[in-house]
């Protein structure tokens, strides 16, 4: 994205992330300037709501005019007040994230799920645009997603559709998720996935040096790098790690019969060795809609998806994927 103007009405659109806050400044066309970040040490809901407090302060020093502030947080979202009814990484329950913030700015807010507003920034702005049936993953430590069809974005009845990452592909033998249910597609398909596949393949490469001395700390970049590079171990978990990201897939194709599956997220920082080796096994899974017909892509807004899409729901006056 381009830089923001300097003059005119902007947006704050910001994520929350396991690990860090992020608020950027977006004009209504999208460009996007001036972000602050801050690392999350302390996952405690009065913590966290002070991290988010500067970062929105930082950015929104260096504005002409803000209108809104929209924010993308993990969890189970009350889209009419704010409120995170849950939230499994942050352990936070009926926390009142919107009335907190709204005590602070002298201006309206709003809270959408994190992979929602991702959603809607990859399909204002990204893979998706000019898509009418849309799903984005996002693959990081856990899985997101969201779905857009016949151009709208799907919320459910409780905003919780397109939780993607709690159905069960492996559920009789499968790892146990965070969310307790066994097989979940996020215990297997995340960048947490990828990890307990070479975890769980370790005892057949004894002499691997693939997760160190402090296996619980390696990173899947790390595991993706090294089976790029030709490493047996990290091949092996790689493998496994494809075929349940496929199984996924296909299930989601099922679902939904999307024209695109955007994969985002920091996973899918893996390109094109993810793409080539995950669309053939998708076709072999995919029976009852075209093989191909879905094309699966890497999102293209890479990690600012949901600050952007945050900005876009501020705009818009709630998770629309247009204007009122």
Known sequence: MASASKSGVSTIGV????????AILADEDGTTSHRSSYDITDLSFGAVVKLMSSAIHDVSAKAASVSAVGIGSPGNIDLRNGMVRYSPNFHWVNVPLG???????????FIGNDARCATLGEHTYGSGRGVKNFVLLTLGTGVGGGIVAEGTLLLGNSAAAGEFGHHQIRATDGFICGCGKIGCF??????TGLLR?????????????LLGDKPYEVGSKTIRKAAEAGDSHALAAWTR??????????????FMNPDVIALGGGVSSAGDFMLNAVRP???????MAPKG???IVIASLGNDAGAIGAAVMARRGG????LP
């Open 293 to 295: 017909a879905a094309k």
């Open 186 to 191: 996020e215990a297997h398909a995340s960048g």
């Open 15 to 22: 994520d929350l992330g396991g690990s860090h806050v992020t």
């Open 197 to 209: 596949h070479a975890l769980a393949c370790a005892p057949s490469f004894p002499r691997s040096t």
């Open 319 to 322: 998770m629309a994927t247009s």
């Open 241 to 254: 790690f494809i075929d349940d990201l496929a199984l996924g897939l296909a299930n989601i194709i099922a």
């Open 281 to 287: 096994k998708v076709d072999e899974l995919t029976t």
């Open 99 to 109: 009335d907190e913030l709204r005590s602070v700015f002298d201006m309206p807010i």
